[in-house]
């Protein structure tokens, strides 16, 4: 019999994280309670933080809609848990630990878990990774927490290294992050693809530029680690093509509205982004060169490829894997010249069939044999 899982990430929904990924094809066999996001920071005096460590503080922990309202899984509790965000004090610790004891264990007790293992992807959940009757502990690292920005790095690092000494199982989903954790407690899990969702044809979406001229296109996360000289000089140099961003914009990428040929979208939801991304002319991975990047396995590099339209990045280790789909560059004229060629492109079957074995669904039937041999 398998057993069920305590899953502490962040708040589900939105766009689906690998965590997300995973944890909802192991619910088809097992049941699972998620934890929605703990916090990886202490909140600041921003009008945005006060309100999140707000909701944080006064949160019910019982699902807040029905599990179809809220397309859950059957077997799937969500709780959404009253607690301090990343105390750096050990008399904060014990604090907040306590709290989310008192709130998760009657949970716990009601969905009837059997033998449970605790996930988390969170490292400011080792606190109370041996208070919830958990007899193993899973921990998910899908970032380099010490590079990542928005966390408080000194905390997180602090947490991270107790969680790799509990841990009866690492999860890394990158190389260059395996090599951080011990070798014989450490499984390399690379990011998926829900690759039907992606090669199957979806209808071209009715907010996507339409006139005849390329578009180059990228969706996810607007922030930091984007090269924005590169994308501005490329946009000014390229006035006939469009260039498509979706997702939240942080205030740097709120400046590459001021080109006529920019559309800045917003998030749109994930089911969608075949109607995008299969119908513009170069999907774009424009990342900086920083120890975050260096860490990643971004999801939108496969989901980019299942589409088997051009895809152009800058160079980091996960794409190594794929440089002979995808073209890599390292200035401006060769991203100019890249998407040249990108627009005379039709679509490339071989790059699909290079991720089409790389399904969440495979990377969760591996994972589901390492957890069952905990």
């Not at 460590?53 to 006064?58: E, P, S, V």
């Not at 859950?72 to 907040?96: E, H, K, Y």
């Not at 199982?169 to 992050?177: D, F, P, Q, R, V």
């Not at 789909?325 to 790059?351: P, T, W």
């Amino acid at each position: 019999m398998s057993r069920d899982l305590i899953v502490f990430g962040e708040d589900w929904g939105g766009l689906p994280s690998s965590t997300q990924h995973l944890i909802r094809r192991l619910s088809e066999q097992r049941k699972v309670v998620w934890v929605n996001s703990i916090g990886l920071r202490r909140p600041t005096l921003t009008m945005n933080d006060v309100r999140r460590a707000w909701r944080k503080l006064t949160a019910k922990s019982v699902p807040t809609a029905a599990k179809s309202e809220a397309n859950l899984p059957a077997n799937f509790t969500l709780v959404n848990p009253s607690t301090l965000p990343a105390p750096r004090t050990r008399f904060g610790r014990n604090i907040a630990s306590s709290m989310l004891m008192n709130q998760l264990l009657p949970i716990i007790e009601k969905a009837n878990l059997h033998n449970p293992i605790l996930w988390t992807s969170l490292p400011t959940a080792v606190d109370i990774s041996d208070k919830l009757g958990a007899s193993s502990v899973v921990y998910y690292c899908g970032d380099d927490f010490s590079k990542l920005a928005g966390v408080d790095h000194d905390t997180v690092a602090e947490r991270e290294t107790e969680l790799v000494n509990k841990a009866d199982l690492i999860l890394a989903a990158s190389e260059t992050l395996y090599t951080r954790f011990p070798a014989m407690r450490t499984r390399l899990l690379p990011h998926g693809v829900d690759y039907s969702l992606f090669s199957t044809p979806a209808p071209r979406a009715k907010d996507l530029p339409n006139d005849g001229k390329p578009i180059a296109g990228f969706y996810g996360s607007l922030s930091e680690w984007l090269d924005y000289p590169m994308l501005h000089s490329t946009i000014e140099a390229l006035p006939d093509w469009h260039f498509v961003f979706i997702g939240h914009a942080c205030d740097e990428a709120k400046t590459l509205a001021k080109h006529d040929n920019v559309t800045l979208m917003g998030p749109r939801p994930h089911h969608e982004l075949p109607g995008y991304s299969q119908h513009w002319s170069a999907s774009l991975l424009p990342f900086t060169d920083n120890g975050q990047i260096q860490a990643c396995n971004p999801l939108k590099l496969r989901e980019y490829l299942a589409t088997g339209r051009p895809v152009i990045s800058t160079p980091f280790p996960a794409v190594s894997e794929y440089r002979g789909y995808v073209s890599i560059v390292n200035n401006v004229d060769e991203m100019i010249s890249a998407l040249e060629r990108a627009g005379q492109k039709q679509n490339n079957s071989h790059q699909q069939a290079a991720v089409s074995p790389h399904t969440w669904d495979a990377r969760a039937e591996k994972l589901a044999d390492w957890l069952d041999a905990l």
